[in-house]
T-cell receptor
């Protein structure tokens, strides 16, 4: 079974600064997908960024980028130029690639509460 | 293109009653997933459905919980004889029928409170 661990229950950052959220996972699979989802106070789950394990290049989406270290099973999220609207709970998630019996099932970490201060 | 719709957004039930949660996937999406989020916890997978088929129900409690996704209409998550421990946020997500359907789009959730 896959597990996802987020070791930082809470993080804070000043507006306009950079912050990195950590995520590690455990799997015996070689092909899989990793995601970061954001859950603001409204509790809506919003996809932030996605990474395919077979791609060596780290994914980026505007101010959001990841540092994917496959051998270390690490998948951290870097938020640059933090904005007040980035305040939210951030979840790291894992999904097996197609062909497995649990394909389609997202396994989430416990979440990291990020607060951006003005 | 409307997003994933869930209703009701809030549901209050007394112990022993039935709770029925509805999810309408995004237009063109034929895969639906249900997740449960207990207070102060991450989301836990419950069930994965395609039209008229349950693909993976490994996260569903064996008793009182059932899910369906009929040919017509929304997906339904039903909880019979609710107990206080069922109080949680229940999220539905959908993905398209293409070969690449890893990205799931989430609805706003249904907050169930059992008194």
């Amino acid at each position: 079974a896959q597990t996802v661990t987020q070791s930082q229950p809470e993080m804070s950052v000043q507006e306009a600064e950079t912050v990195t959220l950590s995520c590690t996972y455990d799997t015996s699979e070689n092909n899989y997908y990793l995601f970061w989802y954001k859950q603001p106070p409204s509790r809506q789950m919003i996809l932030v960024i996605r990474q395919e394990a077979y791609k060596q290049q780290n994914a980026t989406e505007n101010r959001f980028s990841v540092n994917f270290q496959k051998a270390a099973k690490s998948f951290s999220l870097k938020i640059s130029d933090s904005q007040l609207g980035d305040t939210a709970m951030y979840f790291c998630a894992f999904m097996r690639a197609a062909g497995g019996t649990s394909y389609g099932k997202l396994t989430f970490g416990q979440g990291t509460i990020l607060t951006v201060h003005p | 293109n409307a997003g994933v719709m869930q209703n009701p957004r809030h549901l209050v039930r007394r112990r022993g009653q039935e709770a029925r949660l509805r999810c309408s996937p995004m237009k063109g999406h034929s895969h639906v997933y249900w997740y449960r989020q207990l207070p102060e916890e991450g989301l836990k997978f419950m069930v994965y459905l395609q039209k008229e088929n349950i693909i993976d129900e490994s996260g569903m409690p064996k008793e009182r919980f059932s899910a369906e996704f009929p040919k017509e209409g929304p997906s339904i998550l039903r909880i019979q004889q609710v107990v206080r421990g069922d109080s949680a946020a229940y999220f539905c997500a959908s993905s398209p029928p293409s070969a690449i359907r890893e990205t799931q789009y989430f609805g706003p959730g249904t907050r169930l409170l059992v008194l």
